[in-house]
């Protein structure tokens, strides 16, 4: 019910040459089986109720020159404009509302401020009643940001459910549990169930929810006051409830579930890293056993990038890796296995042969290496911006080479701020770090076996390779 390829970026490597790397692309996508078989879903909701939710993020029709205090904070009072937390009211009640959510779904709903609470246990979606209650409680509630806390209120009910489980996250601020938050993600992980983390606002802490989103295999949507303008892939705060709403077709399309990866290298032979690329970018955390690759969507699948260092070889055609794939179908009540994958490559002395590469497996390789010079120039920006600005300069020319326009433009506002202002903003720092994950290129170039303009020159190629 799950098919499997892979493929090396070059089938023919330098014999007696140590240090090398080999890059081995591997496509999971469910089969049709697989693909008709729709999991029930149980997704908890996680919100922020703190005071900061109150802040209005749309466009008012009308000011009325009024202020009010909440938790400290002075609001201006507004009328045709919503805040944060009628938002995410109004997106909750179009989820529960929506096709999209079939009758034995289940839902449940998660507060915290500076407690958390249950608002309500994980109910069959056929009971809108007992869930729009619950969501409309949610402007009862006001104080700090205890999101540790919430998330661990939320994992606890997760733990008792089946099918394709999925946690969202809402917040707006900085957590004061933060550590709390680090260790459940960690259980998350464990139980295989992704996060979606959303972020309202610049107050937020992305580090916190990039770490979380990485850690569970989730996906981040970073949503920003309607009068931003932002670019991709942050939404509109007005754009909220459809963002939701397709969060949630994503994870009914999750029809693969809990899939684990075993890597058995011969000797001498080291994995140094296994990075899923599409449809978001994240890395696979290390592990003692089988890697957690996570779930699987029906029609993309999900491509990863397994990064090996070899020794020296003589020349020879040999098997260096052999990889194992299991995994869930739970909309069938199935458990599957995938036949062994060998990961087979010669090595030879023809230096023209080595030289060869396989052009989609070194496309993905270099969208993964755009997040690696973004991270970097985040930290230059702070005291060398000119130092910076090149490392931007670098991961732009490989976006561009790659086609992602999307992520080009954000890279050319991080630039020029840099050029005007010596700093990134907050804001466009967050466009930035998210876009790398999310912008993410969809398809390997359109002609198999040739080498797209995107592609860098074989002298990169092999700085890039240590070939």
């Known amino acids: ?3 499997a390829t892979i493929r090396p970026h070059r089938e023919y490597l330098l014999a007696q040459t140590t240090g090398q790397k080999l890059f081995v692309m591997l496509n999971i996508k469910p089969d049709a089986a697989a693909t008709a078989a729709r999991p029930d879903l149980s997704v908890v909701f996680v919100v922020d109720t703190s005071g900061s939710m109150r802040e209005v993020v749309t466009e008012p029709t009308e000011r009325t020159g009024q202020t009010t205090f909440v938790d400290g904070q002075r609001y201006e009072v507004v009328r045709g404009a919503k805040n944060k937390l009628e938002l995410v009211t109004e997106a909750l009640r179009g989820i529960i509302g929506s096709d999209l959510i079939q009758p034995a779904d289940r839902l449940a709903l998660v507060k915290f ?23 409309e409680k949610l402007d009862w509630y006001s104080g700090g940001t205890q999101m540790g806390a919430g998330m661990k209120a939320g994992t606890k009910l997760l733990a008792g459910e089946s099918g394709s489980r999925r946690m969202v996250l809402l917040t707006d601020g900085q957590a004061f549990d933060a550590a709390v938050a680090q260790e459940q993600a960690a259980v998350l992980s464990g139980m295989q169930v992704p996060v979606t983390t959303i972020g309202v606002g610049d107050e937020v802490n992305t580090e916190l929810l990039t770490e979380i989103t990485d850690r569970t295999q989730g996906q981040p949507i970073d949503v920003v006051p309607d009068n931003q303008n932002p670019q991709p892939p942050a939404v509109r705060a007005s754009e909220l409830p459809a963002a939701l709403l397709g969060d949630l077709k994503q994870a009914a399309a999750e029809v693969v579930t809990n899939v684990a990866l075993t890597v058995r290298a011969v000797k001498d032979v080291v994995l140094e890293r296994v990075t899923r690329v599409q449809p978001t970018q994240t890395e696979v955390a290390r592990a003692d056993g089988p890697l957690q690759l996570g779930n699987v969507e029906a029609g993309s699948g999900a491509t990863y990038i397994l990064e090996f260092t070899l020794p020296e070889r003589p020349t020879a055609r040999m098997r260096l890796a ?11 009540n199935y458990r599957g296995e995938i036949p062994p994958l060998d990961v087979v490559v010669e090595f030879t002395g023809d230096e023209a042969m080595a030289a060869r590469v396989e052009p989609e497996v070194m496309q993905w390789v270099q969208q993964r290496n755009v997040e690696s010079l973004v991270a970097q120039a985040a930290r230059e920006a702070q005291n060398n911006p000119e130092q910076a600005a ?20 954000v ?18 720092a967050k466009t930035m770090r998210l876009g790398a994950k999310t912008q993410t290129l ?6 198999p076996g040739s080498a797209p303009s995107g592609l860098p020159s074989d002298e990169e190629i092999r700085k890039m390779t240590g070939a």
């Open 1 to 3: 019910m799950l098919d």
């Open 113 to 135: 401020d500076d407690m958390a609470d249950v608002l309500v246990p994980f109910t069959v979606a056929s009971d809108r009643a007992r869930l729009l209650s619950a969501v």
């Open 390 to 409: 090149k490392t931007l300069e670098q991961a732009r020319s490989m976006t561009q080479r790659l086609g992602n326009g999307a992520m080009t433009q």
């Open 442 to 447: 969809k398809s390997g170039p359109e002609t």
């Open 411 to 428: 890279l050319d506002r991080a630039i020029g701020e840099l050029g005007s202002s010596k700093t990134i903003s907050l804001g466009t």
């Open 322 to 332: 052999q990889l194992g794939l299991t995994y869930q179908v739970p909309g069938a």
